[in-house]
């Protein structure tokens, strides 16, 4: 089946550093992705569109500059927490779009602690 | 703009009941339905989908759900629980095709009890 594989699955930062995050699709070729993010017991809010090779399209109330997502390649995705705070904790998930169905699939999240 | 409406944030049940987690959307086309099931501190695992056809459609794990358009419902069955089922359960609806983006529920957790 289609994997997705996301990295780190636990970052902890201090606050006003940037953390990158990377989304891989490892068996199958995906030219847009997905990012979302999950606060505690709540549930996935979608951050942004990522289209290889194009800038990534934001949905609204989501900081461009804030969130840099790069999607150089038909198997990569990173999305950057820039000058990251307390409040950006959260747990953000990314998704691939693949797969003999071309459905979503999940990578299993990352936990984001600033402190 | 699709919405998509899970009524019971909580459900507990025995091992080896049955179970029924429901799931509500608002759409004006015929939807691309899924529902996805995350475990604590992991991403989401899919369980079924609904893209056309019959209308009840079998998942992995046991699960089947049931797709009525005149209710706009999309209910989430599995016929006898097990303890290793309690997890979040989220219903999703998209748009625009199977690889639209998603509009998720607020989630349901189910707790079995033994």
């Known amino acids: 089946g289609a994997v997705v594989s996301q990295h780190p699955s636990w970052v902890i930062c201090k606050s006003g550093t940037s953390v990158k995050i990377e989304c891989r699709s490892l068996?199958?070729?995906?030219?847009?992705m997905f990012w979302y993010r999950q606060f505690p017991k709540q549930s996935l809010m979608l951050m942004a569109t990522s289209n290889e090779g194009s800038k990534a399209t934001y949905e609204q109330g989501v900081e461009k500059d804030k969130f840099l997502i790069n999607h150089a390649s038909l198997t990569l995705s990173t999305l950057t927490v820039t000058s990251a705070h307390p409040e950006d904790s959260s747990f953000y998930i990314c998704s691939a779009i693949g797969g003999v169905e071309n459905i979503q699939y999940f990578g299993a999240g990352t936990r984001l602690s600033v402190l | 703009a699709q919405s998509v409406t899970q009524p019971d944030i909580h459900i507990t049940v025995s091992e080896g009941a049955s179970l029924e987690l429901r799931c509500n959307y608002s759409y004006g086309a015929t939807p691309y339905l899924f529902w996805y099931v995350q475990s604590p501190g992991q991403g989401l695992q899919l369980l079924l989908k609904?893209?056309?056809?019959?209308?009840l459609v079998q998942g992995i794990k046991g699960f089947e759900a049931e797709f009525k358009r005149s209710q706009s419902s999309f209910n989430l069955r599995k016929p006898s629980v097990h303890w290793s089922d309690a997890a979040e359960y989220f219903c999703?609806?998209?748009?625009?095709?199977?690889?639209?983006?998603?509009?998720f529920g607020t989630g349901t957790r189910l707790q079995v009890t033994l």
């Open positions: 999703a609806v998209g748009a625009t095709g199977t690889a639209s983006k998603l509009t």
């Open positions: 068996d199958f070729q995906a030219t847009t």
């Open positions: 609904y893209f056309s056809g019959d209308t």
